[in-house]
């Protein structure tokens, strides 16, 4: 079955420190892959995608992400983290043949002044 | 473009009544998802049309949920009778698939709809 997984709920980091969030995929073929961010009462905001090429993809806001073809997975980094860039991120992969786009579950970022 | 545009913004409704959905996708995409998000499920797929026809609606939780696409610029999501289990976030998206250099693969969110049936 195809599925994504973001295997932390939260992650806390300190404000100006490097964050990591996981991301790991099961599908076939050479999906493509996404991040967004939810901030409160708001729907959810395209960050970045990987479609081909270089295996690092820079974003919105300083965000980058990391695809990893043999460990199938796609992390969401930033150098220096923000108490701004707390809210809630989804990982998401969309197959090339179907057009379907699903998604993780959430992982929650906390960064404390 | 004013993006995905979803109404209402907030539904309270009783038990057992019917509640309808509704959703405009951005201008020229072609394909529409209804999502929904509680904190216990995540963020669900439901359904996804592709050129106004449903494709894949496995995520569809009951029969008494439906959903149409009459047309490329309208979507809605019907729930009949609706339960307090019902109550969640649902969002509409859009999105391509893909244009000649697979650019613009990524889906845009409406604001969503919240539904609280008591």
């Known amino acids: 079955a195809q599925s994504v997984a973001q295997p932390e709920d939260q992650v806390n980091v300190a404000e100006g420190n490097p964050l990591t969030v996981k991301c790991t995929y099961s599908?076939?073929?050479?999906?493509?892959l996404f991040w967004y961010v939810q901030y409160p009462n708001r729907g959810l905001q395209f960050l970045l995608k990987?479609?081909?090429?270089?295996?690092l993809v820079k974003g919105s806001y300083g965000f980058e992400a990391e695809f990893n073809k043999s460990q199938t997975s796609f992390h969401l980094k930033k150098p220096s983290a923000l108490v701004s860039d707390s809210a809630l991120y989804f990982c998401?992969?969309?197959?090339?043949?179907?057009?379907?786009?699903?998604f993780g579950q959430g992982t929650t970022l906390q960064v404390k002044p | 473009d004013a993006g995905v545009i979803q109404s209402p913004r907030h539904e309270v409704t009783e038990m057992g009544q019917e509640v309808t959905l509704r959703c405009k996708p951005i201008?020229?995409?072609?394909?529409l998802f209804w999502y929904r998000q509680t904190m216990m499920r995540g963020l669900e797929l439901l359904i996804y049309?592709?050129?106004?026809?449903?494709?894949?609606d496995s995520g569809m939780p009951e029969d008494r949920f439906s959903a149409k696409m009459p047309n490329a610029s309208f979507s809605t999501l019907k729930i009949q009778p609706s339960e307090p289990r019902d109550s969640a976030v649902y969002f509409c998206?859009?999105?391509?698939?893909?244009?000649?250099?697979?650019?613009?693969?990524?889906?845009?969110f409406g604001q969503g709809t919240r539904l609280t049936v008591v």
């Open positions: 049309f592709n050129n106004n026809v449903p494709i894949d």
């Open positions: 990987y479609i081909t090429g270089d295996n």
């Open positions: 599908v076939s073929g050479n999906p493509y």
């Open positions: 998401a992969v969309r197959p090339r043949n179907t057009g379907k786009l699903i």
């Open positions: 201008s020229g995409h072609d394909y």
């Open positions: 998206a859009s999105s391509f698939l893909i244009n000649v250099a697979a650019l613009n693969t990524e889906a845009f």
